[in-house]
């Protein structure tokens, strides 16, 4: 399997025919992606939460492509409304099955809301909150990949590592808006993934980090790898 590191917290899982993509933020809305709507083409397309930095592409993308999706409940009506018409709908603690592998949506400690204005499109004022935000647990082509979301630091990580452990985990980092750096160090122990790659950081100035300096600090606590992917850059696993 191949992972695509978009840029921010949006991945390609890549195992023959089956493209995953993972929360949706593309050029130009992106600042740091290279690729846009019209040049990804996913199969399926999952969904953490409602966020603008990770839902702001999804519809583009789902009319383009016909690619199936997956996200909370309330959300997937959301889609629904939109034009999306393939939108399985799991809530937290669910997994859904598919002929490759399987998804499994695992808590967050997060917000989630639905953009609601084009003047100010990351503020939740003018939005709608729509359900929960998760974190994914994916089932492709032999590996399990756990994609956090936006989530703070939380115990039942372990657990969650426990009932599906990972191979690759994919923390956010960048503070502020979820865990930072120190936190993520933790996380990555209670995750004990074989590969740890940081996501959600230095995309706008509120979360800029130094992420050697996360690599430094997992690989010195554990014994898991840290990938630093710049945008556009892949890791075959």
């Known amino acids: ?41 996913p199969t399926h397309v999952l969904l953490t939460h409602a966020h603008l930095d990770h839902y ?29 018409e393939d939108c399985a709908d799991p809530n937290l603690g669910g997994t859904v099955e598919y002929d490759w592998g399987w998804v499994k949506m695992v808590q967050a400690f997060h917000t989630s809301t639905v953009p609601g204005s084009s003047d100010r499109p990351f503020s939740p004022t003018p939005g709608t909150v729509i359900g929960a935000a998760a974190g994914l647990v994916v089932n492709l082509g032999g590996k399990t990949v756990y994609h956090l979301g936006d989530t703070c630091l939380f115990g039942d990580l372990k657990l969650i590592a426990e009932r599906t452990p990972p191979d690759v985990a994919l923390i956010p980092i960048g503070g502020h808006y979820t865990m930072d750096r120190h936190d993520a160090v933790v996380a990555a122990e209670l995750l004990g993934a074989g590969i740890v790659i940081p996501v959600h950081y230095n995309t706008f100035p509120p979360i800029e980090t130094d992420a050697e300096a996360f690599k430094k600090d997992v690989e010195s606590a554990t014994s898991s790898k840290v990938e630093v992917l710049a945008p556009s850059e892949s890791l075959e696993l």
């Open 1 to 41: 399997m191949r992972l695509d590191y978009i840029g921010h917290s949006t991945v390609m899982l890549n195992e023959g025919d089956t493209k995953v993509l993972i929360d949706p933020f593309l050029a130009p809305n992106n600042p740091v992606a290279k690729v846009s709507v019209e040049e990804v083409d």
């Open 56 to 84: 702001a592409d999804a519809v583009a993308v789902g009319k383009r492509t016909g690619a199936s999706f997956l996200a909370i409940a309330e959300l997937s009506n959301v889609l629904g409304e939109e034009g999306i």
